[in-house]
């Protein structure tokens, strides 16, 4: 099934206004509150975005590369992963806007993406 429109999950690391914003131009985007999914694991978090076919935001390198790198061994798809630097949430924002306006959904699959 293609699918056109990246949708987010921001992990709890994520300032909620980066959702907002997003959400004000029209994406769909979900947090980690909002999922009733705060405190879980990194591994947990990945997880419940393959599961909803939602690309995760986070800020948390080391371990999203990990994981990446666990799925891609493994065999395992993921619908995306954008690993983004500690800014300002109105900078990341306008960095994910580039993302979702340039790239489709079924393009992020399985894609590390830096902001």
Known sequence: M???FIELYLDEDVNVL???LLA?????????????Q?????????????RHRRAIVTHNRLHFES????????GRRHAGIII??????????RRLLTILNQMT???????????
């Open 18 to 20: 980066v959702g907002e």
């Open 38 to 50: 705060v405190g879980r694991s990194d591994a947990e978090q990945l997880d419940y975005a393959t």
């Open 105 to 115: 959904a079924d393009e992020m699959e399985d894609q590390v993406r830096y902001v």
């Open 84 to 93: 983004a630097v500690q800014r300002p949430p109105q900078q990341i924002a």
């Open 2 to 4: 293609n699918r056109v």
């Open 24 to 36: 004000a131009s029209g994406f769909d985007v979900l947090t980690t509150r909002d999922a009733a």
């Open 67 to 74: 994981l990446a790198l666990d799925y891609f061994t493994g």
